[in-house]
């Protein structure tokens, strides 16, 4: 293609993803990137008409794709997507097959903008490849083809299966004969009913190719009834094959044979790359074969994987360089037989350079060239329009390569390029103008301003086609090129030097055959642009705020734009604004304002000022005074039990002396980071090392450093590696030592573990040492876990309570260290060494017994509470009940007991060492239980507050506690008190106080305790009047009439309600 051209749309290309071009609207960059050049007023580069206004060839923005349809969805159409854009919008028409739709003679088919639907759509009539074709007045393309498929699965055939009939260990193969489907299937096999399927295994396999069961050595258990499952990967819809029965022969077993591959996969196996591989094998044989792969002259890809015990090799997403011939082997102790297969991987095209739309002139050469890479290697096809494009003429096609001679008018229109190999072809679009007008300028005048003693440049760029002479004069006067002004060859006419003699008018004609224009660019040259800012250089401290002055003086005709910047980039004052305020002053001064500055800010800021004549840049240094920055690395030099020399390098001292420095530890037993003294002390500001002091031995430290300024002070280092200090004798001895308690004869030491951060090294231990009070030496015993609080010895020599001096020291493989104070501590007391004495039990009622004691003489040993065991005279003791004492007490009443019973009881002491011996056993009877019989056929009469209460006696039973009289319990509601009263006598009388509702309820009593409760009278007091009810347990009652002589009603409801107790 012709390089160079004068006019801006002279052989411009592009790509057709992008259509860029069109109108750009004069362009007044705030600052140019070059500060000598000449700035348009208006704007002097040629632009392009915007993509809303400019008129192009179709452009696809969607193509179709492969489309499999369910026939059983629900959805009865199918849809065919295609959309192109273009000016004018494209209209479309759809091929199947390469045959056109005729959508007006087939009701079938219709068009939705660019999409084709299919109403009612079938294999027979709609398989196929379809291809979608977009124009308009600029021309032609086709889209991709894309292959529509229909998803289906048949039933079986109802045909009964004739059995299968094998002798044991015989090979075998059930076919399964699937039904008519597309597209692919999966396989499986239900062993006698559904859903009992069959496991594959080494032994059996099921071919995703062919549907067969194959098993390799038939046994016993597999006879059964066999049936073939499908399912079809679309629509997941399945159908089942009629059972085939499989039955064993009876004329004896099948001897040993050889393998032989009944199942494997092509010679030759062609795949796409990317895809998934599966390589089928299987063999019967007896006994059952084992399958082995590999590749012939190569490796088996490491992504590949053996699935199905072997029988199947898949290899994911193939690469061409997993291309060779395979072989599978299938042997056991018979023999063995092997199969070969050759695998080819081949590749859809690809592009590696593609065609872009492109405009040239009228006359020009084009030259477009189109390559892919695929395998097989693609070859290559030329469209114009849609229809094929030969070698003809000026025309010339040689494999991706198009050349057409001095292009014209009629050489205009959609080009396609198409790279193709016998697995699918791709597509490459461009549009081809031919431009043919008479020169036109877009602006006209062009207005520039040029600075005093600078270049300048006037350029003229005309819209025009073929190329058109240019011409440059000044007034009537033809230019002539000298030493300051020069006609560049792209006839942008450049003056040297400017100078207000240049001022004025300057005309560029453009003409071509078709017809001529000229452009007159009006040239003012100013004086040069001067930009102050100040000051120039300034120190502050963090925290405080400056400000920058831009003062800009210039050509007062000319306005002036301000922008700054820091560090070469330009300060965004929205982002920026808590730190940065740009502050207008006058017409042509600005300041910058920088608050609350920070280390970061310190740097370059730079203030540019632009007119549409010049731009000039300036720049300060601001200096920041602040907190020292981090020291460098922090390398531990030398390291002792206590001691740690360390090294580590300057930081930065952002403009202020660093004076001093912190070292600064961390340990596993340390909260967080804290400051270590140091040798020297202080470590000034000039030392870059010095000596961490007093350490804990044995102890992981990290150390880091941190600088200090008069400005105050700064991030630490990062931190050192971790070390660890020497080994040295323990020095801090266990605190807290006490002791006591324990069992007679034992002395119990006990003390606070020494801390891991103090144990100085491997090997820490404690020595307890002791000795009775007024003897000489000292007992000592190792004591050998460091997390050890306690020592127990025992002597059954020394009484209770001896007194012994103890001390507790420490050790560890360095040697011994301090011991703790001397403290005195008592032997331990022992448990009660006596039992108690006068023991008495008595009962107190049918289930309750009490006993009582003395406490053992003082002495050691004493109880701190007592345990009483209880065991029934039918018993043994140790399956009776104890209960404890909650302190001292020296009675207790034994409750929930049975009546009429003897019981065995003892009591012992108890402390915290142990328990006493017991007493002897002492014996107690329970009372028999008291009547349950309760009081019955109450009565009673009232007589002013006087209630005469009577009711039937209470007999005792044999094995129940005689009578000894009765209690009356009286109760008003509303009110807690309660009036309780006993008598021998069945009867008695009962004061009312005062009005309101009562309750009586009477008990008998005996030996054994209260009986069962009578029946609840309830009396209701009000205005004289007295109502009475009865609640009875039994379902007799009486009412007795009262004498005539009261002068009260009275009421006796019987209620047949359960009595309540008290």
């Not at 198409?418 to 008479?438: F, Q």
């Not at 127990?792 to 040697?815: A, Q």
């Amino acid at each position: 293609m012709k390089p160079d051209s004068s006019s801006v749309l002279n052989s411009r290309s592009r790509p057709r993803q992008h259509h860029s071009g069109g109108l750009v609207t004069p362009d007044w960059p705030a600052f140019s990137s070059h500060p000598l050049s000449a700035l348009s007023l208006l704007g002097s580069q040629e632009d392009y008409r915007s993509e809303e206004s400019e008129e192009f060839g179709p452009v696809f923005t969607q193509e179709p794709e492969d489309v499999i349809f369910p026939l059983d969805s629900d959805e009865k159409k199918v849809a065919m997507h295609c959309e192109a854009r273009g000016n004018p919008p494209p209209t479309y028409s759809w091929y199947i097959n390469r045959t056109e739709v005729d959508a007006d003679g087939d009701y079938r088919y219709s068009f939705i903008d660019g999409n084709l639907i299919i109403t009612n759509g079938s294999e027979t009539h709609d398989y196929g490849k379809y291809q979608c074709k977009a124009e308009n007045s600029f021309g032609t393309v086709l889209s991709r083809e894309a292959l529509l498929q229909f998803a289906y699965l048949g039933a079986f055939s109802t045909k009964t299966r004739g059995g299968v009939s094998v002798r044991e260990g015989q090979g075998v193969v059930l076919m399964c004969t699937p039904p008519a489907h597309s597209p692919e299937i999966i396989y499986s096999w239900v062993f006698n009913e559904f859903p009992s399927f069959v496991a594959e295994d080494s032994r059996r396999f099921i071919s995703q190719d062919t549907g067969n069961l194959y098993i390799s050595k038939v046994q016993p258990h597999d006879v059964g009834s066999y049936i073939c499952l499908v399912k079809n990967t679309v629509t997941n819809a399945r159908v089942l094959s009629p059972p085939t029965p499989l039955t064993l022969k009876t004329d004896g077993v099948m001897g040993e044979y050889e393998p032989k591959i009944e199942v494997h996969f092509p010679t030759s196996v062609l795949a796409a790359k990317g895809v998934t591989v599966r390589l089928e094998c299987f063999a019967l044989g007896n006994p059952v074969p084992t399958i082995t792969w590999r590749k012939i002259n190569g490796n088996i890809p490491k992504k590949a994987r053996l699935r199905k015990s072997q029988a199947v090799l898949e290899i994911p997403n193939i690469q061409l360089e997993d291309s060779g011939t395979y072989e599978c082997k299938a042997e056991n102790p018979r023999g063995g037989t092997a199969f070969k297969g050759h695998l080819q991987v081949y590749t859809l095209p690809q592009w590696v350079r593609m065609i872009n739309d492109t405009q040239m002139d009228s006359g020009e050469k084009l030259q477009w060239e189109c390559k892919a890479m695929g395998r097989p290697r693609p070859t290559y096809r030329w469209l114009r329009n849609g229809l094929p494009l030969t070698s003809q003429g000026r025309v010339e096609t040689l494999n991706g390569e198009l050349t057409i001679h001095k292009v014209q008018q009629a050489d205009s229109g959609m080009y396609q390029c198409v790279a193709e190999n016998k697995y699918g072809a791709i597509y490459s679009n461009a549009e081809l103008k031919i431009l043919a007008s008479a020169p036109v300028f877009v602006h006209n005048p062009v207005r520039v301003i040029a600075t005093l003693g600078k270049d300048v440049s006037l350029e003229c760029k005309p819209r025009a086609s073929p190329k058109p002479r240019i011409t440059w004069r000044r007034g009537d006067r033809r230019i002539q090129q000298n030493k300051r002004i020069m006609l560049l060859r792209n006839n942008t006419l450049r003056i040297v030097n400017s100078s207000r003699a240049d001022e004025g008018n300057y005309v560029c004609r453009a003409e071509n055959q078709l017809g001529s224009a000229e452009m007159t660019a009006i040239l003012w040259v100013k004086e040069a642009m001067r930009v102050e800012l100040s000051p120039s250089r300034v120190e502050v401290t963090v925290g405080e705020s400056v400000v920058l002055s831009c003062k800009a003086t210039h050509d007062t005709s000319l306005d002036v734009a301000f922008q700054w910047f820091f560090n070469q980039k330009p300060i965004n004052f929205q982002q920026d604004g808590g730190h940065f305020e740009y502050i207008q002053t006058q017409s042509s001064t600005v300041d910058l304002m920088i608050r609350s500055i920070l280390l970061k800010h310190a740097g370059k800021y730079g203030c540019r000022a632009q007119t549409s004549a010049d731009s000039v840049f300036a720049e300060a240094e601001l200096l920041v005074r602040g907190p020292p920055g981090p020291p460098g690395v922090v390398i531990v030099e030398e390291i002792t039990d206590t001691t740690a020399t360390l090294s580590w390098t300057r930081g930065l001292d952002n403009h202020s002396p660093i004076s001093t420095y912190n070292l600064q530890a961390r340990s596993p037993f340390s909260l967080g980071w804290q400051t270590v003294k140091t040798d020297p002390d202080p470590v000034t500001g000039d030392m870059e090392s010095a000596m961490a002091v007093e350490l804990n031995p044995w102890v992981e430290y990290e150390f880091r450093v941190v600088a200090s300024n008069a400005i105050g002070t700064g991030d630490p280092s990062a931190p050192s590696r971790g070390v660890r200090t020497k080994e040295a004798v323990p020095s801090v001895a266990p605190a807290n030592v006490s002791g006591g308690n324990g069992r007679r004869h034992e002395l119990v030491i006990s003390w606070e573990p020494v801390s891991e951060e103090f144990q100085n090294g491997e090997g820490f231990g404690y020595i307890v040492a002791f000795r009775a009070n007024g003897s000489r030496g000292w007992k000592e015993k190792m004591v050998t876990s460091a997390d050890s609080t306690t020592y127990k010895y025992r002597d059954e020599t020394f009484p209770p309570l001896t007194p012994f001096e103890v001390k507790v020291g420490v050790y560890n493989n360095k040697g011994d260290g301090p011991f703790s104070k001397v403290v005195v501590i008592h032997s331990a007391e022992g448990e009660p060494r006596e039992a108690p004495s006068d023991v008495k039990a008595y009962s107190i009622s049918s289930t309750e017994i009490r006993i009582t004691w003395k406490p053992p003489n003082p002495g050691p040993g004493k109880p701190r509470g007592y345990e009483v065991s209880l065991w029934k005279d039918s018993e043994q003791e140790e399956s009776g009940k104890k209960q404890r004492t909650l302190k001292n007490e020296t009675s207790m009443v034994l409750t929930g007991l049975e009546g009429n019973s003897m019981y065995h009881i003892t009591v012992k002491g108890f402390n915290s060492i142990g328990q006493g011996p017991a007493t002897a056993a002492v014996t107690a009877r329970t009372r028999k239980a008291p009547p349950a019989q309760p009081p019955s056929s109450l009565m009673w009469i009232q007589e002013g507050n006087n209630v005469t209460l009577s009711w039937d006696p209470v007999k005792a039973k044999d094995n129940e506690s005689d009578v000894i009289g009765y209690m009356v319990l009286l109760k008003q509601e509303g009110r807690g008190h309660n009036q309780v009263t006993r008598t021998i006598n069945p009867s008695t009388i009962l004061s009312l106080p005062e009005g309101g509702t009562y309750t009586i309820e009477v008990r008998a009593l005996s030996e054994g305790g209260e009986g069962a409760v009578s029946s609840q009278v309830r009396l209701v007091t009000s205005s004289g009047k007295l109502e009475a009810s009865v609640r009875a347990k039994s379902s007799q009652c009486s009412v007795h009439c009262l004498p005539q002589s009261l002068t009260w009603t009275a009421l006796l409801l019987v209620l047949l309600v359960p009595s309540a107790s008290w």
